[in-house]
């Protein structure tokens, strides 16, 4: 299989306020897997898109299209919406199936391809520039926009306007605690071990640490003891600021042994049984929180 879809660029334009709008480097979605993450474990899960509506969509935001991957039921809804963020790879056939699993438990879930305007991170073969030349280029203040737009839009696809959840696995286990901050409409989140006090940057200037006083709906932390990129220091860190923060409603499960990247099935990191934990402490969190 092919793990690239061929990719028109747009061009760069002005909008009517001035601003210098940025060129869409990514206009459609990626079939298949990042070439990163190649080759694909066996052990990675495809779930059918029959009875589902499923496949990509454009959503209008301030400065163009952005491409995403939406899956729901079949039928007009409403249903309650969960906003599933990319990890460092995109979205790619991993986040598109994670999508069509929300949709079968009765979600409309939507992945929007967060660094559309940077670059196709599926393409790049190696972690380090993948890091250098699209992740560290995209700005917190973009994602926050770019996910204001696609809720909007999910609106009027179906979407419950009063029920509203986000989870994210990764980069966007971090852009999960981010966006719950920022948002007033969501209801609950899980981040999936998203870094939690990372240095700050010009561009990506938010700390989750920093922000659980703005938190505006309870989140659900799912991280490993041994991952390596986010120390046991730093989930502890999170734990006593949420408490001295008094936002007791928000918890953080903290799997023995687990390592970074257990949920994801087509990777080595793969743990099945916490990855069914993870998954089933993530519905009954948004269905104790209303949003199911």
Request: proline share 7%; hydrophobic share 40%.
């Amino acid at each position: 299989m092919d793990p690239i879809k061929d990719e028109a660029n747009c061009l760069i334009s002005t909008d009517q306020g001035g601003m210098s709008r940025r060129a869409f480097a990514v206009t459609s979605l990626v079939t298949g897997f990042a070439l990163s993450t190649l080759p694909v474990s066996a052990e990675a899960i495809t779930t059918p898109s029959d009875g589902l509506v499923a496949g990509e969509v454009k959503i209008k935001v301030r400065d163009g299209e952005m491409p995403a991957y939406r899956a729901k039921p079949a039928g007009s809804g409403p249903f309650p919406t969960v906003l599933v963020v990319q990890e460092i790879f995109g979205v790619h056939e991993y986040i598109k199936d994670v999508c069509r699993r929300f949709a079968r438990e009765g979600y409309q879930a939507i992945a929007p391809e967060l660094f559309a305007r940077q670059g196709n991170p599926a393409t790049v073969p190696d972690m380090a520039n993948l890091m250098k030349d699209i992740v560290a280029k995209v700005p917190d203040e973009q994602v926050m926009a770019d996910l204001d737009a696609t809720v909007a839009w999910a609106a009027t696809d179906g979407g419950a306007k009063d029920k509203l959840a986000i989870t994210g696995f990764c980069w966007g286990g971090r852009i999960t605690w981010l966006y719950t901050a920022h948002s007033p409409a969501v209801k609950a989140g899980v981040a999936w071990y998203g870094r939690l006090a990372s240095a700050p940057t010009d561009l990506q200037p938010m700390v989750p640490v920093n922000l659980v006083q703005k938190l505006n709906a309870p989140v659900l932390g799912l991280y490993g003891e041994k991952d390596n990129g986010i120390p046991v220091a730093d989930v502890e860190r999170m734990r006593a600021a949420l408490k001295a923060a008094g936002k007791t409603d928000s918890d953080i499960h903290l799997y023995p042994d687990g390592p970074h990247g257990f949920h994801a099935d087509y990777r080595p990191s793969y743990r099945p049984e916490m990855a069914a934990d993870g998954w089933k402490r993530c519905l009954e969190w948004f269905r104790t929180h209303g949003v199911g």
